[in-house]
């Protein structure tokens, strides 16, 4: 009989966001599959490992994804990670996939959930904790209010694009775009019309909160979330 996979969200950084259902999930399940090349070059892994330190003798099944926006190349990795995972799951394994913040958020993990399940696999998602709401959540700010909008956006969005939507904008992995965005959103900001926030690895070590947009003084780091509050 074949295993199950669960595409589990690890949270946006701190292992305490990491919830109680992922952690049992990672506790039975035979293996860990992780979207890097290795353990110790995934930021998923590494925060899983200090929520469930056993998961440490559990072998991993690396499905290397690149950092391209080259969509040949990412649907070659999945098919690639697919039919890998594809073997384990064959031999009756069951494996808990690492994905950062939610695996329906931009998540690695789903191509390969589409893939495996259109193969006739079982595979499940169990959720985690988003980054953008960890963010709002440091900064003690709301994402929402009443019937205010919210729009979750990929980075590397301009200003007069970003500024068509009403209401909240969330920037997921804004770091590249951060200070190309900073100038005209520091004069909307000025003119009253918005605020804006920002965190980058939110919940991890090397944690940098940017309560202003004034506050960003240099390139922030590619684990970046910006909120654009409308006023």
């Known amino acids: ?35 890097a090349e290795k353990p110790e070059d995934c930021t998923a ?16 099944v690396c499905v290397e994804i690149p950092m391209t926006r080259d969509e040949a190349l990412l649907e070659a990795a999945y098919d690639k990670g697919s039919s890998l995972l594809a073997k384990v799951l064959e031999k009756g394994n069951s494996v808990a996939f690492l ?18 399940q259109k193969a006739g696999f079982s595979a499940q998602i169990v959720s985690g904790v988003p980054s953008f709401c960890a963010v709002a959540a440091a900064l003690g700010k709301p994402l929402a209010l009443g019937g205010e909008e919210v729009h979750i956006l990929p980075g590397a969005k301009e200003p007069d694009t970003l500024l068509q939507y009403p209401g909240t904008k969330v920037v997921m992995k804004a770091g590249g775009q951060l200070l190309s965005l900073r100038a005209e959103l520091l004069e909307a900001e000025r003119q009253g019309r918005l605020t804006a926030f920002a965190a980058a ?15 960003v003084k240099s390139g922030a780091g590619y684990f970046t979330t910006l ?4 006023n």
């Open 99 to 116: 994905n950062l913040g939610d695996p329906t958020l931009y998540g690695s993990y789903m191509k390969l959930h589409e893939r495996l």
């Open 227 to 230: 909120v654009v509050k409308e």
């Open 201 to 215: 690895n939110c919940g991890m070590e090397d944690e940098k909160i940017y309560p202003t947009l004034d506050s």
């Open 1 to 35: 009989m074949a295993g199950i996979i669960y595409g589990v969200g690890v949270g946006p950084g701190d292992p305490e966001l990491l919830t109680l259902k992922a952690a049992e999930i990672i506790r039975k399940c035979d293996m860990i599959g992780i979207p």
């Open 45 to 60: 892994y590494r925060i899983g490992v200090q929520a469930v330190p056993e998961m440490r003798d559990k072998p991993v």
